[in-house]
């Protein structure tokens, strides 16, 4: 197989067509304690996601709804699986470290050390995208989106570059 | 006709940059429809002017700047033979199409629009022929009526002619459809427009490539068009305009070269058309690029690479129409350039990717037609859009990749 094969192979590996064909939490949340709305204005695609959290501040469930690729399908899907129990500052964490994976920057060791393994093997599983530059927006949509759902100082509306 | 073999392409040995591979493989560029690829007579002609001829134009009196001129006034004159338009001052240079649109609109718009007047577009129209007119909305409540687009991607006279009322002030479409192909019946609309006294403006910029454009015989009033989609550089345009209706028209943007005097007591003069609408240093070099571009399609002939490209677009649709799970997007009787379709379960960006990985390069997306892709009930679609480069070989070339993504996606 040739090195693009592999690269090609990494990014749509079952896990993630998987999650792309049948995405997990794809629902509405009625009365959801945050809703953003994330927009791709180059792709056109789009996703709503929708957070509660329990009495100690944790994320209860996270359900999203939209349309796009394979990858930011498997993206949204596998991130609202990873956030239930999560704290704002757990998922936050999440993020800076899928951040730095899509963007293929050095990690943090402390950040590192600070996630649970199974979430750091899943987003390596989403890792596939630092190859394809103009697919890394799709991986991140989700967690742009996230990150203004937290932040309600932020115009409740992710866009990515 | 008969010379031209089906597989092999006497005219793709002239673009330097498809002797690559892509990928390590033979390269399929079909993306032409977002921006052509160049002739080595284009680049020749911008390295050449570069090292013997450059100077800012209009304003030294030194022989740089003479024969710099006189290259830019040649590239107008270029086109004007190019479209046959009457006159050379018919040719305004712009950026691109989109600042020839916003031209018309800020320069003709602003002073013929008033509340309850009506601009009649199509569903089916590129961004730049619809945001430029709701930015003038925001200051002059005048109506955009918008003619519904057919399933098939088709827009049908009956309904443009109903959207033509006694307060349509201009007809505003696309000649052929950026996003399906549909070529428009743009001569029955200004026949139908004119007996009623009103002025259409076409955008050609996907039509100007595929076929041979005469301005006069199809009566335009408007034509634009963007000189890299016909092979030629980026950042140049072509506005063209009637005479009578440029002569009224007051200047889009200030600055030098368009004025006959400027002075603070007195007030400022300005040029006629065209200098009027080309404020400061013009894209001098793009313009004699672009003369070279139409020079390169003239020697070869329009009428040539129209027949060509629709024998691979037939070829095309009906490889394609028989790739399983495949659905041909715009299949409008009339069509040119491009194939727009979708596959079943899988996003058109995930196509594209996967495409690329076999050397096959298309668009993905909405291709700037919101509109146009909701109507049809789209998000995306891959869109394989030809120039006179693509072959028969080319399709094939797609159609095989096309397998890879079944492959992929089961």
Redesign the interface.
């Known amino acids: 197989m040739s090195e693009l094969d592999q690269d090609l192979r990494e990014l749509y590996q079952d896990l993630i067509l998987d999650h792309g064909k049948h995405p997990r939490n794809f629902h509405a949340v009625e009365n959801p304690h945050c809703e953003a709305v994330g927009h791709n204005p180059l792709c056109g695609d789009k996703l709503v996601l929708y957070l509660t959290v329990d009495v100690q501040g944790r994320i209860a469930d996270a359900a999203f709804q939209g349309e796009g690729c394979a990858i930011s399908m498997a993206s949204a899907s596998m991130m609202t699986e990873m956030l239930k129990g999560k704290t704002a500052a757990q998922a936050k964490a999440l993020w800076a470290y899928f951040e730095a994976v899509c963007k293929d920057n050095a990690v943090d060791e402390q950040l590192l050390v600070s996630l649970d393994e199974e979430d750091v093997a899943r987003l390596q599983a989403l890792s596939g995208v630092r190859h394809y530059p103009v697919r890394v927006k799709c991986a991140t949509l989700a967690w742009r989106t996230l990150e203004s759902a937290l932040d309600p100082q932020e115009a409740k509306k992710a866009v990515t570059e | 006709m008969a010379a031209i073999e089906k597989n092999t392409n006497l005219w793709k040995k002239d673009f330097p940059i498809l002797a690559q591979k892509g ?2 493989k033979e390269l399929a560029y079909l993306d032409s429809g977002a921006s052509a690829q160049k002739p080595r007579a284009v680049i020749e002609a911008i390295t050449h002017f570069y090292e013997n001829d450059y100077a800012n134009i209009h304003r030294g009196v030194h022989d740089l700047s003479q024969r710099a001129t006189a290259s830019y006034d040649r590239a107008r004159q270029t086109v004007q033979r190019f479209i046959n338009a009457a006159h050379e001052d018919e040719i305004v240079f712009t950026s691109g199409a989109t600042e020839s649109l916003n031209l018309v609109v800020a320069s003709w718009g602003r002073r013929n629009l008033k509340e309850g007047d009506e601009v009649v577009v199509t569903g089916l129209e590129h961004h730049a022929n619809i945001v430029p007119w709701q930015l003038l909305q925001k200051q002059i409540p005048f109506t955009l009526r918008v003619v519904p687009i057919e399933a098939n991607g088709d827009v049908l006279l009956e309904k443009i002619q109903a959207a033509i009322t006694a307060k349509t002030k201009l007809v505003s479409i696309a000649h052929v459809s950026n996003a399906f192909g549909t070529i428009l019946p743009v001569e029955d609309v200004i026949a139908f427009a004119h007996a009623r006294g009103i002025p259409v403006m076409l955008d050609g910029s996907q039509a100007i490539t595929h076929m041979s454009v005469n301005v006069q015989k199809l009566d335009a009033d408007f034509y634009v068009f963007s000189g890299h989609k016909i092979y030629g550089p980026s950042g140049i345009g072509v506005l063209y305009g009637k005479r009578s209706i440029l002569k009224d028209m007051p200047p889009y943007q200030g600055g030098g070269d368009m004025i006959e005097s400027v002075s603070f007591e007195k007030g400022t003069s300005f040029q006629p058309a065209p200098m009027r609408f080309e404020a400061g240093t013009p894209p001098i070099v793009q313009a004699v690029g672009l003369a070279a571009a139409l020079d390169y399609v003239s020697a070869i002939g329009m009428e040539v690479i129209a027949a060509h490209e629709d024998d691979v677009l037939r070829y095309g649709q009906e490889r394609l129409g028989n790739v399983p799970g495949l659905r041909l997007v715009g299949n409008a009787p009339r069509k040119c350039g491009l194939l727009s379709f979708v596959m079943e ?6 196509v594209g ?2 495409l690329d ?1 076999e050397g096959v390069a298309v668009r ?3 291709h700037c037609a ?1 509109p146009a ?1 909701e109507a049809l009930g789209l ?2 679609t891959v869109r394989a859009s030809l120039g006179l480069y693509n072959t028969r070989q080319d399709m094939d070339e797609l159609v095989a990749a096309l397998h890879k993504v079944r492959e ?3």
């Open positions: 990928h390590g379960g899988v996003h058109p960006h995930d990717t996967i990985s993905a997306g909405h919101q892709m998000m995306a992929i996606f089961g």
